[in-house]
């Protein structure tokens, strides 16, 4: 497509073996607002601070957590239209398993598909590789699931993830393995609180929580959590 | 289904066995028949909501193919349709559109609203030019109201107060028409809904079984299946069913047709050269 002088690849190996465009990518996504996930014993929590360019900015009308079906549900970090694109395939795809199998998609097989999107975005002309990293937390018949999706396009299955700027690995003294949700509820918190540059609120975080019957996205309740927290 | 030579995605129906099909039945195939629902399906449009009924009878040919399926489709948490006609096309149709509308609640994180329904499934049977065999009756309440349409195969609509579709739509019509008026209590719309389907299931041949009726307001739906069951299995026999034995056994001898043989080594090796 187009002239012979950019129809190649951005993604073209450099002679070290590395794809620049996804390291860039990655980058990008290092630089975006945090953003983490912990998986409990029975359910999953994401969350991520929601720094507005500008008080005048609706922080209602923002939201960064987003459902793709009625028990996954998906955070970013790094630059927010990608991820709007990434989110309206993935629940298109879901859909559609939906509509062939009549069974909800299984949270690995979602990740699966969304992997391959991003992939395909490394390895062909005339586009660019994603610039965000997923969190995909969901809950289907093998539990609580937590999954991280990179530009690449790779998936790791995570216990407690954090991604964007100022990583903590506070997570590995905080997280025990049969963590109950309101427990990693209030480690997210803490976690999140860490590397907040402000005052950390109920206006300027979002939490979602999904447990094995309900998927509970910006919980109204962050305020009462942050007082317990304090 | 030729995909050579193809400009552009493939649209409606592929017509390419056309001449094959016609070859055969001239030369005296007949061609397979579908099931069809002959149906009676009702809808109307009380106080507070919409009450959506049905029978349960699915017929092939004169031969009742299901005695309860269910006929009254989930479109949206606020939304049902009710479909007469063949019953695949039915099926296949508001299970389509459903997928559609979650998709949109997705994207716009707001309730579906019956217009968009109407719209969505209209459009998909025009394409169709009515070789889609489904007459469906659609209604809900959104935050405009409660809404109540028909739609025909061929994509055209209606939006009543009071409808009936399928081959007892004349008897559950007749109902409808004596005793509707606006503003009807749930208890009132449930039982005239109830009366217009029983009028359908015990003078129409197609529509049979039991009542299904879904009761649809601001907020909450409910799905009442199999609400009145007026025509229950009565004739099965409570002494079971017991054949006298009528051969005698004189001689009973059992013949092994293998014998079980100990294999003992006397000495040396099996196997020597």
């Known amino acids: ?230 | 289904m030729s995909s050579e030579g193809m400009d552009g995605p493939k649209l409606g129906f592929s017509f390419d066995l056309y001449s094959r099909n016609d070859m055969l039945t001239k030369k005296g195939l007949k061609p397979p028949g579908y099931l069809k629902t002959g149906t009676t399906i009702v809808g109307l449009i009380f106080k507070d909501g919409v009450i959506l009924g049905a029978d349960t009878r699915a017929t092939a040919g004169p031969i009742v193919a299901d005695k309860n399926c269910e006929k009254i489709h989930y479109m949206a948490p606020n939304i049902y349709c009710c479909g007469a006609g063949t019953a695949a096309d039915t099926e296949a149709v508001t299970d389509n559109i459903s997928s559609q509308l979650k998709l949109h609640r997705y994207h716009t994180g707001r309730e579906s609203r019956v217009v968009t329904a109407l719209t969505l499934l209209k459009s998909h049977l025009f394409r169709y030019q009515g070789h889609v065999s489904a007459a469906l009756v659609l209604g809900g309440v959104d935050v405009t109201g409660p809404h109540l349409h028909t739609i025909y195969p061929h994509g055209s609509t209606d939006t009543l107060p009071f409808a009936t579709m399928g081959s007892g739509s004349l008897a559950a019509m007749a109902i409808f028409e004596s005793e509707y008026r606006e503003g009807l209590t749930r208890d009132e719309g449930v039982n005239l809904v109830t009366k217009a389907i029983c009028s359908g299931i015990f003078n129409d041949l197609g529509s049979g079984s039991n009542v299904d009726i879904c009761v649809i307001e601001k907020g909450k739906k409910e799905y009442l299946r199999n609400h009145l069951t007026p025509n229950p299995r009565t004739y099965i026999s409570s002494k079971g069913y017991a054949f006298s034995k009528k051969t005698e056994v004189l001689l009973t001898k059992i013949t092994p047709l293998k014998e079980l043989v100990d294999v003992v080594q006397v000495g040396g090796d099996a196997m020597e050269e």
């Open chain 1, 1 to 230: 497509m187009g002239d012979s002088q950019y129809s190649f690849s951005l993604t073209t190996f450099s002679p070290s073996g590395k794809l620049v465009q996804i390291e860039h990518a990655l980058t990008a996504v290092g630089s975006g607002q945090t953003s983490l996930g912990i998986k409990a014993s029975n359910g999953v929590v994401i969350a991520t601070e929601k720094k507005l360019p500008s008080i005048l900015v609706d922080e209602t009308s923002v939201q960064k957590i987003q459902v793709l079906t009625p028990n996954i549900g998906v955070v970013y970090s790094g630059m927010g239209p990608d991820s709007r694109v990434l989110v309206r395939k993935s629940r298109k795809q879901a859909e559609q398993y939906n509509l062939l199998y009549k069974e909800p998609i299984p949270v690995t097989q979602l990740v699966r598909e969304t992997a391959a999107v991003m992939q395909e975005f490394t390895q062909s002309g005339g586009v660019r590789p994603f610039g965000v990293s997923l969190l995909v937390a969901g809950y289907d018949d093998k539990g609580p699931q937590l999954y991280q999706v990179d530009p690449s396009g790779s998936y790791f299955s995570w216990k407690a993830s954090a991604m964007g700027k100022n990583t903590l690995y506070t997570f590995s003294s905080l997280y025990t393995d049969d963590m109950e949700l309101e427990d990693a509820i209030h480690t997210a918190i803490l976690t999140l609180k860490e590397g907040f540059e402000g005052q950390i609120s109920g206006k300027n975080i979002e939490i979602g929580v999904i447990e094995a019957d309900r998927t509970v996205l910006t919980a109204a309740q962050i305020e009462d959590y942050l007082q317990e927290v304090e």
